[in-house]
């Protein structure tokens, strides 16, 4: 059924509404069946642009509950669509056989490996070819499972670049090796682990020694955020955890905070263009996304500029405004704030006259122009 979604998608360019399915998969890795459950945002007409993937490992808990903040985050731009797929592990002890390891090594054991390469093989690289994934692929999991994940970065393959433990069940034999391993990463990851006082004792304990051990490695390639609760317990803490380390994992993606405007673009020195395009950049680097500049940043940027006389910025605001938002006024009106305050009044004139042939946007408005014009006549 995937499979046919996406060739109509391919072939006919129709828009793919947001759906959840639930999907049995025959694993030869496992030589059993597992059953995932998979959400598909809505996906607009001609759109080339590649998906975060977010595996939920003890899925028949947790997807409900990341779809939500999936959903609600993107809705507000403060993420991007994204794919869900939700492993699901229930009945008696399964999560127990997936995560299984050796009690003396505390290496994964025949069954755990298996389980990994479940992941790898019959979950990630089978859901990238059947739909367009970007190299940012989010991996969360709860108790067990969270002391599950830590594999994928202890052994490879390292498919994940952002990993969610949550109130991970530490194995204390793998904490020395994973700090190791978190000290020489190459490429950047982003590791959230959460805690909470209401744990049991052992738990608590051991999630506190990994998180300081972790916090003494000072590869800027890994990316550690923690949380400590009080209240929650090993069943409540997902609902705590999951919307604040999603919002962590994609805060460059988020829209120009007043905060952000007024300590790094409004005191910089350099012209305030110059976060706005460092920002998007990032955006493209750590999510492979080409996000649209957004109206919001673009104002953000502008504001700047036009306490500082920044003309450089203004320039490339109209540049950027005019790829982004042709139909609007914007871009020939940035290009003519430039053109006025560096005294070129002729061309200021020329670019608010094409401003006004166009749709209004934001404030820019039809009587904003009409009285730029009226002023340099």
Not at 30 to 37: F, M
Not at 281 to 293: A, C, E, H, N, V
Request: hydrophobic share 40%.
């Amino acid at each position: 059924m995937i499979r046919s979604l996406l060739t109509l998608l391919v072939l006919s360019s129709f828009m793919l509404q947001a759906q959840i399915t639930t999907e049995t998969i025959e694993s030869s890795v496992l030589g059993t069946t597992r059953i995932i459950d998979l959400y598909i945002p809505e996906i607009e007409e001609g759109s080339l642009d590649q998906l975060p993937l977010i595996v939920v490992l003890e899925g028949h808990e947790l997807f409900d509950l990341v779809v939500a903040n999936v959903r609600f985050l993107s809705k507000i731009d403060y993420m991007p669509k994204s794919i869900v797929v939700g492993v699901r592990q229930e009945g008696p002890y399964q999560v127990v056989r997936d995560c299984e390891t050796d009690k003396n090594s505390g290496q994964l054991s025949t069954r755990g490996s298996n389980f990994k390469q479940f992941i790898v093989s019959d979950v990630v690289q089978r859901l990238s070819i059947q739909y367009p994934i970007s190299n940012l692929k989010v991996l969360i999991g709860k108790n067990k499972s969270a002391n599950f994940m830590n594999y994928f970065l202890l052994n490879g393959p390292n498919m994940f670049s952002s990993y969610i433990a949550i109130t991970p069940e530490v194995s204390a034999q793998i904490i020395e090796p994973l700090t190791v391993n978190a000290a020489n990463i190459k490429k950047t990851t982003n590791y959230y682990i959460s805690n909470s006082g209401n744990l049991p004792r052992r738990q608590k304990n051991n999630i506190s020694l990994l998180t300081e051990e972790l916090k003494k490695q000072k590869n800027k390639q890994f990316i550690l955020t923690t949380d400590a609760f009080s209240f929650p317990d090993e069943f409540s803490t997902p609902a705590y955890s999951i919307p604040i380390a999603l919002e962590g994992v994609f805060r460059v993606y988020q829209p120009i905070s007043p905060k952000e405007y007024r300590e790094n673009i409004l005191k910089d020195s350099l012209p305030s263009h110059n976060y706005l395009v460092k920002k998007y950049q990032k955006i493209s680097t750590q999510l492979g996304i080409q996000k649209r500049y957004i109206l919001n940043d673009l104002m953000a940027v502008f504001a700047a500029a036009q306490k500082k006389s920044d003309a450089e910025s203004l320039f490339v605001l109209g540049d950027l405004a005019l790829e982004d938002y042709p139909t609007t006024m914007l871009g020939h009106y940035f290009n003519g704030f430039a053109y006025e305050i560096t005294g070129n009044t002729k061309k200021a004139l020329k670019n608010y006259e094409r401003a006004y042939t166009l749709d209004p946007i934001d404030f820019v408005t039809k009587d904003l122009i009409l009285n730029k014009i009226e002023s340099l006549k």
